[in-house]
């Protein structure tokens, strides 16, 4: 079992930065990918980036490469999301998910191979 909370949400003018995090608890995240998704109003939850137990492999989507960077922190149990110029198409709810299974660089593409998510918190991009 995983929980997940994140954290560092808010608001931010186009071209700032905002850095989120997610902290776990439970025996299982240091060996559990981990993922960031986003869902902003009206439309499906979409993947973001995703980084592999170790931290060694990470995976961005294409409209956050070059600006985001995933990183992770097994002693501490944390995932963080720095995000840098941001626009307003970054305005959503954004999630951290765990999945144990360890799945591809391709799979953890997929909020399928997630077994368990934070709540969410709300970024905001606007002048």
């Known amino acids: 079992q995983v929980q997940l909370v994140e954290s560092g949400g808010g608001l931010v003018q186009p071209g700032g930065s905002l850095r989120l995090s997610c902290t776990a608890s439970g025996r299982t995240f240091s060996s559990s990918a981990m993922g960031w998704f986003r869902q902003a109003p009206g439309k499906e939850r979409e993947f973001v980036a995703a980084i592999s137990w170790s931290g060694g492999i990470t995976v961005y989507a294409d409209s956050v490469k070059g600006r985001f960077t995933i990183s992770r922190d097994n002693a501490k149990n944390t995932v963080n999301l720095q995000m840098n110029s941001l626009n307003l198409e970054d305005t959503a709810v954004y999630y951290c998910?765990?999945?144990?299974?360890?799945?591809?660089?391709?799979?953890?593409?997929?909020?399928?191979?997630?077994?368990?998510w934070g709540q969410g918190t709300q970024v905001t991009v606007s002048s």
């Open positions: 998910a765990a999945a144990p299974n360890k799945p591809s660089p391709q799979m953890a593409r997929n909020f399928g191979a997630y077994d368990y």
